[in-house]
């Protein structure tokens, strides 16, 4: 199932959490090969004790059964997640989508979003991976394994500051104090900047 826009609303990101997800599966992976290929061989030796040989094929079979289901889950099944998860981001909203159901489908409106930080590993490059923490009034959310967070950050707020009649919503102004550019990590410094109404605006923030 695809992503249902609403009337004007177009997607301007569309994209998958990061690949260094896959790592887990990976190691998974090349470990449950090492184990079955040295069992197999194990098995196929001829100097065994007398019921090992006559109960081979059995083992052999039992092996095949529990290599296949340990694949399924231990790589298999994180990898068709991976593969089915989405993170869009619209003129309208923020939307995590799992699979073809609707129930696996979680939107976020852009007018509910008070702010946003992207939060990355210290030292990490330009480009890196992280979190992307909605802050929604009291509660957050949390995206996690964001591709280039901090490029996904400044399209987050491009995107909320190019909303209809932006400055009424809950009679505050949001502005981008960093001049459209996307914050490499979080930092306790808060930027402001003038705006068309200035007696109640409401500042990004960027938090260590």
């Known amino acids: 199932m695809k992503l249902i826009l609403e009337k004007r609303e177009r997607v301007l990101v569309k994209t998958r959490a990061h690949r260094r997800v896959l790592r887990g ?7 449950l090969v090492a184990a079955t290929s040295y069992l197999t061989g194990l098995l196929l ?59 696996g489908q979680h939107s976020i409106g852009l007018y509910a979003i008070h702010d ?18 909605i802050v929604l009034g009291e509660d957050r ?11 996904m950050r400044g399209h987050c707020v491009g995107a909320i500051t190019a909303l209809p009649h932006f400055p009424a919503v809950d009679g505050v102004n949001m502005v981008e104090g960093n001049g459209g550019l996307p914050p490499m990590r979080p930092t306790n410094e808060a930027h402001e900047q003038q705006h068309q109404h200035p007696q109640n605006p409401r500042e990004w923030t960027e938090h260590e």
């Open 116 to 133: 946003i930080v992207a939060v990355v590993r210290h030292n990490a490059p330009q480009l890196a991976p992280g979190t992307l923490r």
């Open 45 to 103: 030796r001829e100097d065994l004790a007398p019921w090992l040989v006559e109960g081979r094929p059995l083992f052999l079979a039992l092996l095949a059964v529990v290599s296949g289901v340990l694949l399924f889950i231990w790589c298999l099944r994180p990898w068709i997640r991976w593969a089915n998860r989405y993170i869009y981001l619209t003129t309208e909203r923020i939307v995590t989508k799992r699979g073809r159901r609707a129930a």
């Open 25 to 31: 599966p990976l190691l998974g992976f090349l470990f």
């Open 141 to 151: 959310v949390d995206i996690t394994h964001v591709p280039a967070v901090a490029r």
